[in-house]
């Protein structure tokens, strides 16, 4: 069985989102089902612009009446200020916490016992399952210093590198307003809710489910230790541009990276110039669709 490894998490940040009418406001912003939120801690949703296009994603957890949302620390002002902007009489207000909560992840983790949310709150800390073998704990650095103290730790770059081989995406400021929740696999993780009723940008997504299989997936591909690759840089096949990156991170001998890749091109080595191939497809832990018939 692996080891259990603790890693901080100062990329993320912490937003409280307080008042009356929290979660009834979050319900019409945000891809998922914020209702469910208390059978679901750490659901993962989208908040998308008005043409369907992720600008960001986010972990939440039901904290009382409130919802903690675990977020890019890059995106958490303009997070804010854009649902701010959608408030008007609602009994809403967000609050950064991330000058007294920090995050830590849990590495090879399941849930159970002494990883439970009623062990965690007893703990001062809030938790939320990112995925069979990821966990995130919020809470003061005291907090976590006392409960992760005989945990062995590890690297940010362990937590993402697992992030990433988990096929979870993570959208970045360059990335911001590219791809639809499709595109990046939301809805094959649990991300996107299509019984829940209205939210920015449902309309556009809900189109992309039912009426076609999108042309353009997130793909899982391994290259070269020394490479180099940024959120939204191009990918080529051959000469022919073919993705852009997600996320990439660095994994011993290797990088790894997840991409938005057009289908068409989903079985091609792909490079950073044209005329590479330095990248191989790689699995991922969920099945993508299969490309549109003509798109093969």
Known sequence: MPTVRATPLPELAVIAVTGRDARSFLQGQLSNDILALERHPGMLAAYCNRQGRVLATLRLAASGDDVLAVVHRKLARTLISQLSAFVLRADV????????????????????????????????????????????????????????????????????????????????PATAALWLPQMVNLDLIGGVSFSKGCYVGQEIVARAQHLGRPKRRMLRYVGPADASLQPAQALFSAESLAAQVVIAARDGPATQCLAVVELRYCGDLLGSKPGGSEFVPAGLPYAIPAPPPGEQ
């Open 93 to 172: 207000r967000f609050e950064d916490r991330s000058g007294n909560v920090e995050v830590a992840g849990l590495i090879d983790a399941e849930p159970d016992a002494r990883w439970s949310r009623s062990a965690a709150a007893a703990a001062g800390l809030a938790m939320l399952v990112a995925s069979p073998r990821r966990i995130l704990l919020a809470g003061t650095r005291r907090a976590l210093d006392a409960a992760l103290a005989a945990i062995p730790r590890s690297a940010p770059d362990d937590w993402d590198r697992v992030s990433l081989e988990d096929g979870e995406p993570s959208i970045m």
